[in-house]
């Protein structure tokens, strides 16, 4: 309000909170202007969850819980994102907002923040799925699903994603069980402790920000329930040195995808989550994706969604800059 010259902040409040307009459709806009500019078949939709640090109760969803955001247990909200990222840039394409139980389950608690009636506890995959599902049915292109372990233990997200025939790379747990090409449920750690040495190889995913992101990475085959052309796997990311313990650290994901599919590009896919730490850190630094001070359900979508708008534009100049274009197109 101070930057549009206004002298109060009433007229920004009442865009967000009760002024007429579509902010479901907005957010449906964002996501078409972003494939525009940065679609590409072999894209990944990454999910994941960032915090809001807040005060009081009357906020719609906050309590203490864990957020990642500040890496403990804080007051705060925490919003579900689904990412888009391709070769030509990366940014935020939905968004949903997580009501713990604490919520939902206290109708006159929702009422008083303008959360609808229809509106019941969803698990954050849950979330995920009503996501995905809406790029889905938008035509949204894309070649992979990638999520943290969060995401990665639920196993209806993952039948979800293969009975829609949609190539993943998740992460788990070391104590989560698969299913190995014998039939034996064992835990990921135990079958990736028994690979020879032979079948680590070492990748670069990206650059991070002290230069290639290196680690060593191998991969075997789970299940036997394999559909035509497609596979299932067990993949481990390995650090190059090891910890104060004297141990390696090992991430763990269960991949599902074309038959075809190399460690590399598993890897890639993998790799390609940090993308969505990039959207939220730059969302929240050039964009005020948490710069907000609203209370109402609706608010905060409205809020939320316009800084998603900001994001995708910037994301779009930089793909344009690229190709040696001036500037972004716009609509209307």
């Known amino acids: 309000a101070e930057r549009a010259g206004e002298v109060s902040p009433d007229g920004m409040q009442r865009l967000l909170r009760r002024a007429d307009w579509d902010v479901d459709g907005v957010r449906d806009d964002v996501r078409d202007y972003v494939i525009e500019h940065l679609g590409d078949s072999q894209a990944v939709l990454i999910g994941d969850e960032t915090g809001f640090i807040k005060k009081g109760r009357r906020s719609a969803g906050v309590q203490r819980q864990y957020s990642g955001t500040a890496g403990r247990t804080e007051n705060c909200q925490i919003g579900t994102f689904l990412a888009y990222a391709s070769q030509h840039g990366h940014a935020l394409i939905d968004r949903e907002l997580y009501l713990p139980e604490s919520w939902t389950d206290d109708r006159d608690r929702c009422r008083a ?37 969060v995401y990665g233990q639920a196993g209806y997200l993952r039948d979800w994603l293969e009975n829609h025939d949609a190539a993943y790379v998740l992460a788990i747990r070391s104590v989560d069980l698969v299913t190995t090409t014998d039939q034996d449920r064992v835990a990921a750690r135990q079958v990736i402790a028994a690979l020879p040495a032979r079948a680590w190889r070492r990748l670069s995913v990206g650059a991070g920000a002290h230069g290639p992101r290196e680690y060593d990475w191998a991969r075997i085959p789970i ?5 035509a052309g497609r596979g299932h796997w067990l993949m481990a990311r390995r650090s190059l040195t090891r910890n104060s313990k004297g141990e390696y650290e090992i991430a763990y994901y269960r991949c599902y995808g074309p038959r075809r599919s190399t460690l590399v590009d598993l890897a890639w896919v993998a790799g390609s989550r940090w993308h969505v730490e990039e959207c939220f850190q730059q969302g929240k630094n050039e964009a005020g994706l948490d710069h907000y001070q609203v209370r109402s359900w609706r608010a905060w979508y409205a809020h939320v969604t316009l800084s998603m ?19 972004p197109a716009t609509r209307a």
Do not use: C, N
């Open 113 to 149: 923040a303008g959360i609808p009636e229809q509106v019941q506890f969803a698990t954050k995959p849950r979330q995920l799925i009503a996501m995905l599902a809406r790029a889905i049915d938008a035509g949204v292109p894309f070649g992979w699903v990638t999520a943290d372990e």
């Open 223 to 227: 299940r036997t329930d394999w559909r």
């Open 309 to 327: 708008l900001a994001l995708a534009w910037l994301a779009a100049a930089r793909a344009v800059a690229a190709k040696g274009e001036s500037e």
